[in-house]
């Protein structure tokens, strides 16, 4: 079979909403791993699909999936982003967690540290049920319960109340052209309050963030202290990212 039949028959495999996984196509095919990994990395930098931890899904897969379902989407890579942005905190630091999966994984690595943590996501506030000496300030506002956030005027009102030293911010799409964006109008709102409250402003982005945009706008490039992201990003969209912001890359584990 040449290589254009198997990107094809991927392709329809992938958008009936099948992920797809490298040994079971190295049997299907009858190839080595090695190739359908070469295979994958071909559709996905022509932004047909997108791989994840020993395969691939659909681009469009993660914005489709429930938030308990985005938690195990690349989740190694995101365990990656989390180890190096914990590693930022030092102790006696106020730090802000948007709501989200990758931050979810940044407030299990910050377990340990004697800190201040701001957030309004109540699935990361519930992390440090148990944890004595982190204190915890859960954000008011109106409860999107599909983004497990809570947003609104109210939030941004307690927003400009404090003062943090790093704010920990995700996003759906990041474009070098556009910048960094998200879905809904009231969660960008509350996004950019969250980096007007902190001195250090932190992006944490998997790889399958970038070459995104989603609708409403939150900042541009420029206006982050730093992106941490984890190694699969394409070396091209490194690049141009790094003329804008430093750019720090998480190591495999």
Known sequence: MFAEERHNKILRMIKSRQPVKVNELSSLFAVSEATIR????????????????GGAVSVQLETELSFHDREIFLLDEKREIAALAASMVNDGETILL?????????ARALCGKKITVATN???VALVFAEEPDIEVLLLGGEWKKSLHSLTGPLTNSMLKLFSFDK???AANGIDYTLGVTTQHIAEAETKRAMLAASRTKILVADHSKFEKKAFSKICNLDELS???TDSNINKDILECLRGHTHVFI???T
């Open 38 to 53: 070469r295979d994958l990395q071909e559709l996905e930098n022509l932004g047909l699909i997108q791989r994840t931890h």
């Open 98 to 106: 948007d709501a989200g999966t990758t931050t979810r994984e940044i």
């Open 121 to 123: 996501c109540m699935d």
């Open 167 to 169: 704010v920990f911010l």
């Open 226 to 228: 730093m992106i941490i």
């Open 250 to 252: 998480s190591e495999t």
